[in-house]
């Protein structure tokens, strides 16, 4: 969602009229003038002028500081009452603030303008559900009030209700096409329901309104990323980037759309210039070394991998990403390691307990190896490739029967994969059950002729064998 919030709304309330408008440093030599007053007796139009504009600065602290002066000495204007508990709300002193909005909803129960205030404070105090009915009641008030209905629908977003949200701010775009905080925030309801060719409709049209607007060029970015449209996506976070050159997210996802692309080493330098502006984004740093990787500069995506570890070690894809570096170089151990680190963080991560596993082998901890394989199968029962493992090293080591159901299952996940019968036979033999071996040999050699010589090969003088040879010259 936008930055389009409380924080930055548009507040509409009458000023005090003042027919000498004063300049900031007057305003400040006043207020000096106000504070060092001691009698009691300072000028009331004074404090509420000082007040009235740090708050129209946005100098809140400075603001509540004289209307808490003022209401000293007017404890019954409504107006000052709703201004500090806007200005509460700013300072996100939320429970304070609705405070101030009851002492002003006592005072003027009519202005839908406390109501909207009080809403806020309340959704931002946990009572989310609670605020809807505040802006219903400030709407019931004011059923013009599309201030109020436009913040209604940013609570129902944050509460994930999408489609109340959409109905809504259709509804504000129907009064008024030109509300470009509306037709953006309808854009992003819908991609939040992944309807994205309706969420890049409102992009655009957002963009007609309002052109230079950088956040909606990068979202925009984001939408054409997910509909892999990654050039043109790129073309987005280019405008986003032409307008807001410091913008760290539209450097990142333009690196993962060329990422996508294939196009490693233009990720590289968008990677690099992301963590320019944010040396400490761990995303960046994970992502620059799986480029790296990709490209086999195993050394410099080993330095990256680590850098995202000391930003945060509990960054579990970066120690498997690292390890996955020590595994290409031949360094089991350094990767055993990581990889075991990775499990500690996130223990159901069936990539890294197949790849521990494989580390283990290597480094002949073959009981580690067997565990290992047997939690990638657990965690993900159809990983093909961690079944053949499995059966494969309870093969060396003699587990016959476990060996035979964990190449059974790999024919019931790919009954096309050659591979799995050919093992599976070599169990067969062993467990004497020569007809079924036979049997599975065969379909072996049916999905892939080139096993017949690979099965030669392991077993030399296999030829001499009558029931073989039949099999060997089909």
Partial sequence: MDHLDFENFDDEFDEPRRDDQRTEEEIHKLSEQIKSDTSGTANIEAIEEVAYFYFEKQKFSEALYFFDRLLDYVPY???????????????????????????????????????????????????????????????????????????????????????????????????????????????????????????????????ELEPFNHISWYNRGIVLNRKNMFSQAIESYDLALALKEDFPSAWYNKA????????????????????????????????LGNAYEELKMFQQAIQCFTQAIVIDPKHYESFFGRGSCYDAIENYQKAYDDYSTALLLCKNYPEVWHAKADAAYNLGKWRDALYSYKMAVRWDPVNLSAWFDLGETLLEYGYYREALKAFNKCIELNPDWADPYYDRAKVLFLMKKTLDALESLKRSFQLDPGKKKEFEEEFPGVRSIKEFTNLLER
């Fill in 256 to 287: 993962n759309a060329f990422a996508n692309m294939g196009r490693l080493h233009d990720a590289i330098d968008c990677y690099r210039a992301t963590i320019r502006l944010d040396e400490k984004d761990v995303p960046s740093w994970h992502n």
């Fill in 77 to 207: 204007n409504s107006d000052a009452w709703l201004r500090r508990g806007t200005i509460l709300n700013h300072l996100h002193r939320f429970d304070e603030a609705l405070e101030s909005f009851d002492r002003s909803m006592t005072l003027n129960p009519n202005d839908s303008e406390i109501f909207i205030g009080y809403a806020y404070a309340l959704e931002n105090s946990g009572k989310a559900e609670e605020a809807l009915n505040w802006y219903d009641r400030a709407v019931e008030l004011d059923p013009q009030n599309y201030d109020a209905l436009f913040m209604k629908a940013l609570s129902l977003e944050r509460l994930d209700k999408f489609n109340d949200a959409i109905r809504i701010l259709k509804s504000i775009v129907q009064q008024n096409p030109f509300h470009k905080e509306a037709i953006y925030e309808l854009g992003f309801c819908y991609e939040c329901l992944n309807k994205l060719d309706d969420a890049l409709a409102c992009y655009d049209q957002n963009i």
